[in-house]
């Protein structure tokens, strides 16, 4: 009976391990398919939102999507985070993971009518969900060590109001429903910035930002820029196959091949500098990074639509060129972050200053509102601009040393 107990006890310990506790999690390690699965899951809701704002391309509708992609962004990254610092793939880590997606599922189901009739149950929903998280960092503060106890049960704090506020806005009218989601999320946001820029060098060695968490918001962003080829086949499966109706779809998918080449080629898998200040703003600057990203997918939708008008809609137009200048600022944002734009200062200022100006002339476009193709076109090039200057810098610099052997 005692060796049978003795068994159990083991197999129990290595299914089922308390959360790591934080400081230890391994530096060095390789996203698991229950985090990919995760992720899947989270882009299907970033996919109705997307879908939704496609259909409604209209300041409320921006608003809404912009309140909704927050809150759901925000609990991907608190269920994300808890993970890296404190999960396992065992029993535990994927029943938790398991019990968030359950809760998502109905929350999705939500999104498409979240400001309307199925607010109240989004609502709803998004409180389950940050209560579900809350409860998993509480567990995981209960064997805190002293120097990360008041940090932690503030964190623990701050999720469980989330999930107050957000139940109990399902009281209010629909238009303040929504505005108290965006206020909600900033306030979730801004909380997160202020607990982490007043840790302690201790506490903030434990929230060093991982190959494995780079890897994350990296595949993010490419599964949520997937969602822009599927507005593309959207659009081009609902409108009569003609010459032109391809050219635009193809040449908005090329927009969205663009931002994925600037986010990866300036700014993506490659870590902050080790201090608070660039781990907060790496984190941070990708939710509106992605929320650009998802709402470029939902404007190529209407832009294939409207193919054959002589000028792009005025909606369509704002939202592709704003989020196109928006991708490239933010990716900026995040390269001023990391590393290398110390290390390679000579490339990455000249080419913030260049992203900078792309980004007006993309708004300039957008107020332009040319024909469909040819805004296409028009993002196309000026997507291009910073990467022909990132060649032309490399390949002088490639020539230097040459010269330098001559002389």
Known sequence: MTSRHAQ?????????????????????????P????????????????????????????????AAVFALVWIAWFNGSLHHELHGYEDARGRSMFLLQI??????????PEAGGARGVAFAVNAGVLFAVLAVLW???????????????MLFVTGTALCAVVA????????????????????????GFAVLIGTATP????????????TERFGLLIIIVLGETVTGVVDGLAHEPTTALTVAVGLVAVVVGFGAWWTYFDFAGHRPPRPTRTSTVQWMLVHLPLTAAMAAMGAAMVS???????????????????????????????LAASLRVWRQERRLYRPLAGI?????????????????????????????????????????????????????
């Not at 290595?14 to 230890?24: K, T, Y």
């Not at 005025?314 to 592709?320: H, I, S």
């Not at 601009?385 to 390949?395: E, F, I």
């Open 355 to 407: 992203c900078v100006i792309v980004a007006i002339v993309c708004l300039g476009v957008g107020a332009a509102r040319p024909a469909p193709l040819v805004l296409g076109l028009a993002l196309v090039l000026l997507l291009g601009v910073p990467w022909g200057l990132a060649v032309a810098y490399h390949l002088s610099h490639e020539e230097e040393p040459t010269a330098e052997r001559e002389g």
């Open 138 to 152: 509480l567990f995981a503060a209960r064997g805190d060590s002293p120097e990360f106890r008041r940090p932690s």
């Open 34 to 65: 229950l985090e990919l699965f995760y992720d899947l899951v989270v882009v299907v809701l970033v996919a109705q939102a997307a879908h939704h704002l496609a259909g409604h391309l209209t300041w409320s509708g921006l608003g809404e999507f």
């Open 303 to 333: 832009l294939v639509e409207h193919a054959h008008d002589s000028r792009t809609p005025a909606a369509t137009a704002w939202v592709l060129c704003g989020g196109a200048a928006t991708a490239l600022c933010a990716t900026m944002l």
């Open 202 to 213: 201790v506490q903030a060695t434990a929230l060093t930002v991982t190959d494995a968490l």
């Open 102 to 111: 359950l809760v998502l599922v109905p929350l999705g189901a939500c999104i």
């Open 8 to 32: 159990w006890a083991r197999l129990r310990r290595r299914l089922w391990r308390p959360p790591r506790a934080h400081g230890e999690q391994p530096r060095e390690r390789v996203v698991g």
């Open 167 to 190: 139940a109990v806005s399902a009281a209010l009218p629909a238009g303040i429903r929504v505005l108290t989601w965006a206020l909600l999320a900033l306030a979730y946001l801004t």
